[in-house]
């Protein structure tokens, strides 16, 4: 197989294809009522992070502009907090901020963005698997692995921005395309690597670490196949300067978003909880058709799924086999059939044995960090590495590190397609690609009909306090003040403050500001019991939390109790 560089008829072509491939596989799995960008409903019938996703951005619309132009004002009253931590898409929700006074109230982007990323990954993935085959047959049904990956049907709208795991296969198309041995290019990649790194922080900031263990793949790779024997491997580092031109872009982004502003911090709690299984690539939950998944030790683990289905693994264990006895006749023979990656006009696009090794290399390396510090394989827990503060502290900044794992996951993919492409002119391995994705197809079956049959039907949301307006509970008021930390009513009640114009005291984000909620509360607290009650004010307690003490105040001071479930309502008369 002789690799020549595509011409940009051919990848357009290959680009709009995937495109309508990925538009097809959006309206199979979903269809096309949730891209109604007037049609909200649905949103909260979903898990409580997407409520969080689009309520973040319905409270952006209303702050007011200013610097850092991501701040949201009325979600933690008196804290501000960036769009960036409640995963709002932010670049979605600063273009679309820019018209929000002739958008309608109801207005969404998270349907149309779903959309997006299917139709992106069906474009990307087919210029991918073009690294290494001409033929476009290849290129287009192999996109299907891509655009139907598990770990995007799990997150697309769980934590919507994730789903934008195109990013990934952008990166490795860069990676592929590029030869970062050569300086005459270096310029050039360092563009493209700040690109990514800006676009992914516009998106979900865990993709910069994400992309970036791409670049440090390709700088790695670069140095060991130019590395010459007897010379100081310090003189190559000037590959690496394209990883701080994509840290130091991803940085003034973020600061210019607000990533950086007030009290809250790029370092979350939890590190530590939030591990994958090593089991992840394997292990098919409740996804599949064809067999149950195992069960998971860790709580949290499934934010590690990445399981590649029997289709994928099916595809990588025939291929691996057949390739290593091709290797071992051909070294019998005293053949080299492999060549460098690296340089794709001159080259083949077979990967050589040294690439190989550094990419099995980066799905262990990646696998082993996304399960840290506590390694199960199923429900069997192997290891646990104790952590210091210092070290939650700093690994803290992703602090879910189990999504990682998906990098070895499209590495997988990338192995998979190399080998495939070196012998499809072969029948059976035709045969073999189609009865990998007819067998993966079928695997997703079940989801896929789950999915579609949730998101066709109409949904119709009311939030807690509709059951309220008939009683003017909040004419006039202006605030929600929460007298408990907990995430239970609390992205209903936003929504509903955001329908009229309130703000409130609490709110749930990916980076907490804790200390500063529980402080704001407990002052809240000592002047309620003081008797001094703001007429401003809709005070939230929970059942368990109203105790007598409270209960004396609002008799005294003949304030308006309501009751909600588990709930009760304090308001008092201006």
């Not at 646990?384 to 998906?406: D, E, H, M, Q, Y």
């Not at 007298?483 to 239970?488: L, W």
Request: hydrophobic share 45%.
């Amino acid at each position: 197989m002789n690799f020549n560089k595509p011409e940009k008829k051919e990848l357009l072509f290959l680009m709009l294809t995937g495109c309508m491939i990925g538009i097809l596989c959006f309206a199979l799995v979903y269809g096309f009522k949730i891209v109604d960008v007037t049609y909200n409903g649905w949103l909260f019938n979903g898990d409580m992070d997407l409520r969080q996703h689009y309520v973040g951005f319905c409270h952006y619309r209303l702050s007011p502009w200013r610097f850092p132009v991501g701040i949201i004002d009325t979600l933690s009253k008196p804290y501000s907090m960036s769009v960036v931590y409640t995963d709002s898409i932010p670049l979605f929700a600063v273009f679309f901020k820019l018209f929000s006074g002739v958008l309608p109230e109801s207005f969404q982007y998270f349907g149309l963005f779903g959309l997006i990323c299917f139709s992106l990954m069906g474009a990307l993935s087919p210029v991918l698997i073009r690294r290494f085959s001409g033929s476009k047959l290849l290129c287009l049904s192999g996109s299907l692995f891509f655009i139907l990956s598990f770990p995007v049907l799990h997150r697309m709208f769980y934590h919507t921005a994730l789903s934008a795991q195109w990013i990934i296969v952008l990166a490795l198309i860069i990676w592929l395309y590029t030869d970062i041995t050569d300086k005459s290019q270096l310029k050039k990649i360092c563009i493209y690597w700040a690109l990514i790194g800006v676009l992914s922080v516009s998106i979900h900031s865990y993709f910069v670490f994400m992309t970036g263990i791409v670049l440090l793949l390709q700088i790695c790779d670069g140095i060991l196949r130019t590395h010459k024997k007897g010379t100081k491997f310090y003189k190559d580092l000037w590959m690496a300067f394209p990883l701080l031109i994509m840290g130091v872009s991803s940085f003034i982004l973020l600061y210019i978003l607000g990533g950086f502003y007030g009290s809250g911090s790029v370092s979350g709690d939890g590190f530590g909880s939030f591990y994958a299984n090593l089991s992840a690539y394997v292990n098919p939950l409740h996804f599949s058709s064809l067999f149950k998944g195992f069960e998971n030790n860790g709580m949290f683990e499934f934010e590690g799924f990445s399981y590649l289905g029997i289709g994928m693994i099916i595809l990588l264990i025939v291929m691996t086999m057949y390739e290593t006895a091709v290797h071992i006749r051909d070294k019998h023979l005293g053949k080299n059939a492999t060549v460098s990656l690296s340089n794709p006009d001159e080259n083949s696009g077979n990967i050589c044995k040294l690439t190989y090794a550094v990419i099995i290399a980066f799905i262990i390396i990646v696998l082993l960090f996304s399960c840290f510090p506590n390694y199960s394989f199923g429900s069997v827990k192997l290891i646990s590495i104790p952590v210091t503060k210092f070290i939650t502290r700093i690994l803290g900044i992703c602090r879910t590190n189990a999504r990682f794992v998906w990098i070895g996951m499209y590495l997988f993919y990338v192995i998979a397609f190399s080998l495939v492409a070196k012998h499809f002119s072969k029948i059976w391995v035709k045969l073999l690609v189609a009865f990998a994705i007819i067998i993966q197809l079928f695997e997703m079956s079940g989801i896929v009909k789950q999915y579609h049959q949730k998101y066709s039907e109409d949904k119709v949301f009311e939030t807690v306090w509709t059951q309220l307006e008939d009683e003017n509970v909040i004419d006039g008021k202006d605030e929600f003040v929460f007298m408990y930390d907990y995430n239970d009513i609390m992205m209903d009640t936003a929504y509903y403050a955001y329908l009229h114009k309130m703000s409130q005291n609490s709110f749930y984000y990916a980076r907490t500001i804790y200390d500063e909620i529980d402080a704001t509360i407990e002052e809240w607290s000592g002047e309620f019991l003081k008797g001094n009650l703001d007429s401003s004010v809709v005070y939230v307690f929970r059942n368990e939390d109203y105790t007598k003490e409270y209960d004396e105040v609002v008799k005294n001071k003949n304030a308006n109790k309501y009751e909600l479930p588990e709930h009760i309502v304090i308001t008092v008369d201006k």
